[in-house]
């Protein structure tokens, strides 16, 4: 059960559902699905509002700046950080259409999540905490939903009728995946798991930098598809 503070929490995010409604029906996206926020300045927040059929981006002022239908979406991405102690994390993510590029950085969190954007540490603290705090869906897991996983059911289907998919210099197929010199087949990956920005294939077949390849994240999932053995991400 909620408690006082998550209710008045979500009685104060009532009006930006509502103001999400009308921006939906303006550029006939339907209905809102979820609102993220950034911090700004202070107390406000730029905010990224999702919807059944796409997404806007609002400044501090609530003006929408950038909208994007999902269909127009062709690719999405992971953008990354390199480290010098070796491998990459996370940054954001790239959307591109046919003409533009639309880019969204990891500081946007749940809106309706009260404890954002401490509630994750808590999380990994206690799981004592873990099991009282509510779970929200986080931006990655929102646009996976919405765009990466439309994504890549096409992409397998274009696999299943023998084309060959280009993800840079990785070449995909229906008989598996080609990365430099290496070849590996679907039927060789035992399992697999994403570290630091690498793609390993087990047992020891390949590790692919995602950092390095156009479309790494729709590649994941199609990893998972045609692959579905135990996985870390």
Known sequence: MPTRREQ???????????????????FGFGPATGLYRSHHWGKRYRYLYLFEGGLALLDPKGRTTDHVAWAEIVSADWTWMSHDSG??????????????????????????????PVGGMLRALSATIDGILPVYPSLNEALTTAIVQPLAARALLRLDAGETLMFG???VDRY???????IVAWHAVESWETDSGRLK?????????????P???VLV??????????ATT
Do not use: F
């Not at 954001?92 to 639309?102: D, F």
């Open 87 to 116: 491998g990459s994390s996370t940054t954001g993510h790239r959307l591109e259409t046919a003409t533009r590029t639309i880019k969204l950085n990891n500081t946007y969190g749940n809106a309706d999540d009260l404890y954002w």
């Open 201 to 213: 294939l087990r047992p020891r077949l390949a590790t692919l930098d995602l950092s390095v390849i």
């Open 8 to 26: 008045e929490h979500h009685e104060q995010m009532r009006p930006r559902w509502e103001h999400a409604a009308v921006v939906g029906q303006h």
């Open 169 to 171: 210099k990785t070449r």
């Open 176 to 182: 598996g995946i080609t990365y430099g010199k290496k």
């Open 221 to 230: 999932h199609i990893l998972a598809a045609r692959c579905p053995g135990p």
């Open 215 to 217: 479309g790494g994240w």
